[in-house]
């Protein structure tokens, strides 16, 4: 009985800790396709989230979007080089003719971008901007738009930028607490001010590793009657007990 109620009471903890973060979920890119070969798209662990990369590389200003020239696995993860000479491996807002380089980020189902981890990240303060696009104005394409169109409510639900917090070895990440808006496309890229301004932010560029979402509805993975079954079961287990003993 007491191994039981052991069980049962291990079980209880675990269930409880699956609804505390249940929708918490990461889109894993770090190991798909093969380092230092090119893609166009790129998809996650599950197969269920995609991205693209795009860049402002277009256009006679030099201002319209296009598709980058190509995404490519590094040891830090998914870079983007866009189609202006002389661009970095990084998804960056400096080289190449200081283009925004982004990912967008195709998740199938609405949900709220909560962060992103990087493999790699250039020296100084860096920071992140992101956005959740207008499903229903949003073709799926950004080729001929400019960062500002696509920051205007037009195409945006909701955007912001933040500070990327820096690990050891060149690493780190960013949480957002700022948006609760919610897509099916979201963009994330190399800082840039038409979404959302940041101080002491120098230009650099990242390799992405996972983003992390939440679904639009919360979806407990267990449901909330198993866990009064659960505990009702370590309660009858508890009651037993005390029975026996008396
Ligand atoms: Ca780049
Ligand atoms: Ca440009």
């Known amino acids: 009985m007491v191994n039981i109620l052991k069980l049962l009471t291990v079980s209880a903890l675990i269930t409880l800790a699956n609804v505390a973060v249940a929708g918490s ?17 790129i998809t ?5 989230v995609n991205a693209t990369a795009w860049a402002d590389t277009g256009g006679r200003k030099d ?20 189609r202006d000479g ?32 990087f493999g790699y990240l250039t020296s100084g303060n860096l920071g992140v901007s992101y ?17 500002q169109q696509v ?13 990327i917090t820096r690990n050891a070895n ?5 949480i957002n607490n700022n948006v609760g808006s919610t897509s099916r496309y979201w963009l994330i890229g190399a800082f840039n001010s038409v979404f959302g301004s940041l101080d002491h932010i120098k230009h650099g560029g990242f390799k992405l590793e996972t983003v992390s979402f939440t679904k639009k509805l919360p979806t407990t993975e267990v449901s ?22 008396a």
């Open 25 to 41: 979920q990461t889109a894993d890119f770090t190991n798909y396709g093969r380092q230092g070969h090119t893609y166009n798209q």
């Open 44 to 48: 996650d662990s599950t197969g269920k």
């Open 63 to 82: 201002n319209k979007i296009e598709q980058a020239r190509y995404l490519a696995r590094y040891y830090g993860g998914w870079g983007i080089t866009n």
């Open 86 to 117: 002389g661009d970095g491996h990084t998804a960056d807002n400096y080289s190449g003719g200081n283009d925004y380089d982004f990912f967008l980020v195709d998740f199938t189902h609405s949900v709220n971008l909560t962060g992103a981890t």
């Open 131 to 147: 956005a959740a696009l207008d499903e229903s104005k949003f073709s799926g394409s950004l080729t001929g738009l400019t960062w």
């Open 151 to 163: 920051a205007s409510n037009l195409y945006s639900t909701g955007s912001g930028s933040s500070a």
């Open 170 to 174: 060149n690493t780190g990440y960013f």
């Open 224 to 245: 909330e009657p198993s866990v009064l079954l659960v505990f009702g079961l370590a309660l009858i287990a508890l009651a037993g007990r005390r029975v026996k003993k």
